[in-house]
């Protein structure tokens, strides 16, 4: 089956790309043009007429990459033609009524990369995250896990491993021979030393996660203390609805910002405190969800009431900020108490002290961020994988020490599934999937 598909951003624009991938590839440029196709790899100007009749659609650039040597491993062609959609859609009817020619589903193009074994999964998904990315930071990371860097590291221990089950099937094999003192020594030290590696690369504070989907913030505090107000000022625009009313905010609302090129989501909460209203009760408990799930936490409070709830109180922990809000309202010192705690006093509405509230964000960013070359998880599959892999060395240790080679070669056999899980080195097909429906179409 042939797949075609705008590879451009939809809407209007100056140049539109059409990206056509398969065994008909030929006949369609072929069929489109009523020439023969270009030499491979030249741009060559060509007139685009519909199927069948001589109308012309548009005059356009025909790229021609024969397999395998093209981004899918296929025979592929790209046509560049004006971005309307008007354009688009006469050039995707034409190329949808040679037979055996079809829309491409998301992701559909790379993961035939993957699968013609173009790419390895990581770099699979770093194109996704480099198409995605916003911030320069979570561009550098894109681009450093396409150069290979990553796949490199998971395969190298990988081998070891592979090399360590070649010992131990030798056991099995021959269980009368016993395996020499340096062979004994070479399976210990290497097991340890992937065990090591692979806790090392667990122990990076989530830093990879946090750069790919963003360093999240909660904004939480009691009714009317600011919360909304303060999200529209961080966000230069009106996200959240602002009111006098107590517990308008009932759901969370959530924007992206870019920080000093930091990835950030920031969200707003419903107001905590005691409700009857089942509607409300829904949205504290929303709150309180991204309360936990929240890198740091904005509480937000009115400084005419500085009375903490319990609830308030467990929210205040080393990933808060004690935000003071309506601080032109304030006639006396605030308590000693309150002082010793991570706080800012502002007032928004005067625009007092704000810019000090986000230095401090901007702080807690930078050491969340502090970024290293050892980073190689972006993903949580990533993450599951190693700790896995983690789990069935151990095991493997385990079993080994008392002899018991049978049931030790399995843990070790699924401890190297999981790291080749993490490259690609994979055949199920519902992993891949849920890997490449994130992609865009085109791509």
């Not at 072929?30 to 196709?37: Q, S």
Request: aromatic share 4%; with cysteine.
């Amino acid at each position: 089956m042939t797949i075609f598909a705008l590879s451009t951003g939809p809407g209007i624009s100056g140049v539109a790309i059409i990206r056509i991938s398969g065994e008909q590839s030929l006949k369609v440029i072929e069929t489109l043009t009523g020439n023969k196709v270009p030499p491979p790899r030249v741009a060559t100007l060509r007139k685009i007429n519909k199927i069948n009749t001589s109308e012309l659609i548009d005059e356009g650039i025909i790229l021609w990459f024969p397999g395998p040597e093209s981004y899918t491993g296929e025979d592929m062609a790209e046509i560049q033609i004006h971005g309307s959609k008007a354009v688009v859609d006469a050039l995707h009817a034409s190329i949808s009524k040679i037979e055996n020619c079809r829309l491409a589903e998301p992701g559909e193009f790379t993961k035939l990369a993957f699968q013609n074994g173009k790419i390895n999964l990581l770099k699979a998904e770093s194109i996704a995250d480099l198409i995605s990315s916003e911030t320069e930071i979570q561009r550098q990371q894109a681009i450093k896990i396409m150069n290979g860097k990553s796949a490199d590291q998971f395969n190298f221990l990988r081998e070891k491993l592979l090399k360590i089950l070649s010992y131990v099937e030798a056991k099995i094999d021959f269980p009368d021979e016993d395996l020499p003192n340096d062979i004994l020594d070479e399976i210990k030290n290497d097991s340890n030393d992937v065990i090591q590696k692979i806790k090392k690369i667990l122990n990076d504070q989530k830093v990879g996660e946090r750069i790919r989907e963003g360093f999240k913030i909660a904004i939480l505090g009691p009714t009317n203390a600011g919360k909304s107000s303060l999200i529209n000022y961080l966000s230069n625009r009106d996200v959240a609805i602002v009111s006098e009313f107590a517990g308008t905010t009932r759901d969370v609302i959530e924007t992206h910002l870019n920080i000093d090129g930091y990835p950030v989501i920031i969200s707003d909460t419903a107001g905590i405190r005691d409700s009857k209203d089942e509607i409300e009760k829904k949205g504290v408990k929303l709150s309180l969800n991204r309360a936990e799930e929240a890198d740091l936490k904005l509480v937000v409070v009115d400084a005419k009431s500085l009375n903490f709830t319990n609830v308030l109180k467990r929210l205040l922990d080393e990933n808060a900020i004690l935000v003071i809000n309506k601080s032109d309202l304030l006639e006396n010192e605030i308590d000693s108490e309150i002082k010793n705690i991570n706080h800012v006093l502002i007032s928004i509405k005067d625009n007092k002290n704000v810019d000090e509230l986000i230095s401090k964000i901007k702080n807690n960013l930078k050491n969340k961020f502090i970024t290293s070359d050892d980073i190689l998880i972006t993903r949580e599959r990533h993450r599951q994988h190693l700790e896995q892999c983690l789990n069935h060395l151990n095991n493997f240790n385990q079993k080994k020490e008392i002899e018991d080679f049978d049931k030790a070669a399995e843990d070790l056999r699924l401890a190297t599934r999981h790291l080749g899980m993490i490259v690609g080195k994979v055949d199920v097909e519902e992993i891949l999937g849920s890997i490449f429906n994130d992609f865009c179409i085109g791509k």
